[in-house]
């Protein structure tokens, strides 16, 4: 399930079940937070088995049950744009966690801050925080969580969106985003604007405490709507539309000793994931996944396009890349690495390849091919 898929679904959650979060759940939105911090020098932070910020706390809008884990949203106080980056990366998370299985709730003030202050270092503000875990709403599955989405109340296209006589339609499928982005009291308070040179301007409409937060989660989810770009910082920051790439590869596994296996690349960068590359002339996407495999391991390998996941990612400043996977089985060939790709191949169980896969999205992707593969064999 891509972000963009997560947005349709993801709903605040107020009551929370005692399961604690898996320690693989843990570990995979570790390596998202590692991610997000890295590329904005934000201090976020996953705390597990902590209930103290809402105990016994009654929220304005009803009480918060069960929360026993949260995301600390904080960073640098001498940054600018601290509570922006907070609402922009703070979402990023929120959706990867609940693309994972799990519910979350921003929350602004409504919390024991005292609690949540000590885990700051000198000279770190905290924002606000999210409350993660598992509910009872996300245990009824998919549809109930569509239903509870439609729900939502949100502004109009026509209250969000200003000067769109003529602008494509990414830009319109961002506004549709913005739609299902959640705001301090459900407030919205801000507006795109398309311009005369291409891009898209943000400017907040109602100022408030949050307001800054508000615009930061609004703007990933234009983004993510508008598949790809980058925005510029602040109260009418700059969105520029990214160029779109598209590479194909496949989760490739095998049977040893009655366990599964699967096949992982250390890329020349330094990080392990699966074969992959670019899509070529008029190749389909089986034909790409194909023939990678086959350029960056030697082996051929069957292809089941009935398992497909979709990565995106920023491979470069300006370019936006999905990468598709399928799952796959050696069919013959001999193991070789292209050494111009890649450094080194292995085969690993699903209990060690999860936290060497370097990045949370190619987890997912990993995760989801061991279910999928799990349920062909009790079928």
């Keep these: 399930m891509t972000l963009s898929d997560v947005v349709l679904t993801r709903t605040s959650q107020r009551s929370y079940l005692p399961d ?25 932070q996953l705390v597990c088995g ?9 929220k304005s809008y009803g009480l918060l049950k069960g929360v026993h884990s949260y995301l600390v949203l904080a960073g640098p106080a001498a940054d600018p744009d601290l509570a922006e980056k907070c609402g922009y990366y703070g979402e990023e ?49 998919r549809e109930k969580l569509i239903a509870l989405a439609a729900k939502r109340k949100s502004k109009s296209q026509s209250e969000l969106a200003r000067n769109m006589s003529g602008a494509p339609s990414w830009v319109m499928s961002g506004i549709a985003s913005v739609q299902r982005a959640p705001s301090a009291r459900n407030r919205q308070g801000y507006r795109f604007l398309w311009q005369k040179d291409g891009t898209v301007q943000a400017q907040v409409t109602e100022h408030n405490e949050f307001s800054m937060v508000d615009l930061g989660i609004a703007k990933y989810h234009f983004e993510l709507g508008a598949h790809g770009g980058q925005w510029t910082w602040g109260n009418g920051g ?13 989760v490739v596994w095998r049977e040893r000793d009655g366990a599964r296996q699967y096949l992982l690349a250390r890329h020349n960068g330094g990080h392990w994931s699966f074969p992959k590359g670019h899509v070529e002339a008029d190749e389909t996407e089986e034909e790409t996944a194909r023939r990678e495999i086959q350029e960056e391991t030697g082996l051929s390998a069957e292809i089941d396009t009935g398992f497909r996941q979709v990565v995106t990612y920023y491979p470069k400043p ?8 399928f799952t796959a089985v050696p069919s013959g060939g001999q193991e070789r690495v292209q050494e111009e790709e890649i450094a080194e191949i292995g085969w690993f169980t699903f209990e060690e390849a999860c936290p060497l896969v370097t990045f949370a999205s190619d987890e997912e992707v990993l995760l989801a091919a061991e279910k999928y593969l799990e349920g062909k064999r009790r079928a």
């Design 50 to 58: 902590h209930p103290e910020p809402f105990a016994g706390l009654r």
């Design 238 to 250: 700059v969105f520029q539309k990214a160029a779109e790439e598209k590479s194909c590869g496949a």
């Design 93 to 141: 998370l929120v959706l990867t966690a609940v693309a994972m299985g799990l519910g979350t709730c921003w929350l602004g003030g409504t919390y024991d801050r005292e609690s949540c202050l000590r885990r700051l270092k000198e000279g770190e503000e905290l924002i606000c925080v999210a409350a993660v875990g598992h509910t009872p709403e996300e245990r009824g599955g």
């Design 20 to 44: 604690p979060i898996s320690r693989r759940q843990q570990e995979e939105l570790q390596k998202a937070i590692d991610s997000c911090n890295q590329r904005s020098g934000l201090r976020a």
């Design 318 to 325: 300006g370019v936006v890349k999905d990468v598709v996977f």
